[in-house]
């Protein structure tokens, strides 16, 4: 399985961004996926979650401003990030749990590559 991020890019305090992630492979379902963000010298943290059967869950901090969503069909999750400010400047990552492959096997903890925002002052 392989996890593809975009969307990043630079941005002005209070602007918006959508970025995207895309898994491929021979991919029957994706239970679960995330986005992640890790800002320099800092942890990596979780941002938002999404199901295959439509349930959301955001962190604290980007509650009411972000949105993240999915495309099942398309093996595709979106984050809608709103009035952004600085804090917010990460690499932004993505992650997809319990992904059932054409096999049978499932596959567990798929990372993508992470895209950069940048939001300035």
């Known amino acids: 399985v392989q996890l593809q991020a975009s969307g990043g890019g630079l941005v002005q305090a209070g602007g918006s961004l959508r970025l995207s992630c895309t898994a491929s492979?021979?991919?029957?379902?994706?239970?679960?996926m995330r986005w992640y963000r890790q800002a320099p010298g800092k942890q990596r943290e979780l941002v938002a979650t999404?199901?295959?059967?439509?349930?959301?869950y955001y962190t604290d901090f980007v509650k009411d401003r972000f949105t993240i969503s999915r495309d099942n069909a398309k093996n595709t999750m979106y984050l809608q990030m709103n009035s952004l400010n600085p804090e917010d400047t990460a690499v932004y990552y993505c992650?997809?749990?319990?992904?059932?492959?054409?096999?049978?096997?499932?596959?567990?903890?798929?990372w993508g590559q992470g895209t950069q925002l940048t939001v300035s002052s």
């Open positions: 999404a199901t295959d059967g439509g349930q959301m």
């Open positions: 492979g021979s991919i029957v379902s994706i239970n679960v």
């Open positions: 992650n997809a749990d319990r992904v059932q492959l054409t096999s049978g096997r499932f596959i567990f903890g798929s």
